[in-house]
C-alpha cells in the first residue's frame, strides 16, 4: 500500500481555495491543477508499505495525536513555489496561523515513523497546501503571471482536530486518496 499521514483541507477552505485559482491570472496554465477534492496537507510520506505494519502505524500515530493536545486552527496565506517563482516545481498556499502546529506534528510522525524503520525527512518542514506540481520550464511571462497572485483572504481557514492515514492510488487520471485511519487530537 502507497501510505501517508496528512491533515484533510475541509470541503469549504478547498472550495474557497479553487474559487481563487479559477480567478487568478494562471488558471489556463500549461499544467493540470490537483483536485480540490484531493487537497490535503503531508506530515509524512510513507510510500509503499507492508499491510503487516499497519498495526504499529496506527501506534505511533496515536502516540503523535495524543501528545499534540487538543485541536487548532490553520490558516492559509500566501502563494508560493518551491524551489522559488522563479523556477517553479511545485506550486503552494503556505500556511500562516498554525504553522507551528503543524510542523510540531510532522516533526513527532518524523521520529516516530524512524522508529518503525522509515527514513527521516533531513530538509525542514515547510506546512503548505500543494496546488500543482510543474514538470517543464515556464516561459518567463507565466512566471510573471506566478509572481503577482495575492494571497489569500482572512476567511481561508479552518480547524484541525485529527490526523489521517492515507492510502494512495495512482492513476492516469491522478491519484486518489483513501482515508485508512482518523487519529484525533
Known amino acids: 500500500m502507497r501510505l501517508f499521514f496528512g491533515v484533510k483541507i475541509s470541503p469549504d477552505l ?4 479553487w474559487r481563487e485559482i ?3 491570472p494562471v488558471y489556463n496554465s500549461p499544467w493540470r491543477w490537483i483536485p480540490h477534492r484531493n487537497y490535503h496537507l503531508t506530515l509524512k510520506f510513507l510510500g ?3 499491510e503487516e505494519i499497519l498495526g504499529n502505524l496506527k501506534e505511533a500515530a496515536t502516540r503523535v495525536a495524543l501528545q499534540t493536545g487538543s485541536p487548532f486552527r490553520i490558516r492559509l496565506e500566501n502563494f508560493g513555489a518551491f524551489p522559488s517563482l522563479s523556477r517553479p516545481r511545485v506550486v503552494f498556499y503556505s500556511i500562516k496561523e498554525g504553522s507551528d502546529k503543524i510542523s510540531d506534528l510532522a516533526g ?3 521520529i516516530e ?3 518503525l524503520g ?3 525527512e533531513r530538509r525542514p518542514y515547510h506546512a503548505h497546501l500543494t496546488l500543482a ?3 517543464k520550464r515556464l516561459a518567463p511571462s507565466m512566471i510573471e503571471k506566478l509572481k503577482i497572485i495575492p494571497s489569500l ?3 481561508a481557514n479552518q480547524r484541525v482536530d485529527s490526523i489521517i492515514l492515507f492510502r494512495s492510488r495512482l492513476s492516469h487520471s491522478g491519484a486518489v486518496y483513501e482515508r485508512v485511519c482518523n487519529f484525533p487530537l
Open 133 to 135: 506540481r510543474i514538470k
Open 22 to 24: 479559477k480567478e487568478s
Open 48 to 50: 509503499e508499505t507492508d
Open 118 to 120: 522509515f527514513e527521516r
Open 153 to 155: 483572504p482572512e476567511e
Open 113 to 115: 515513523m524512524e522508529t
Open 108 to 110: 513527532r510522525l518524523n
Open 14 to 17: 478547498g472550495e474557497l481555495v
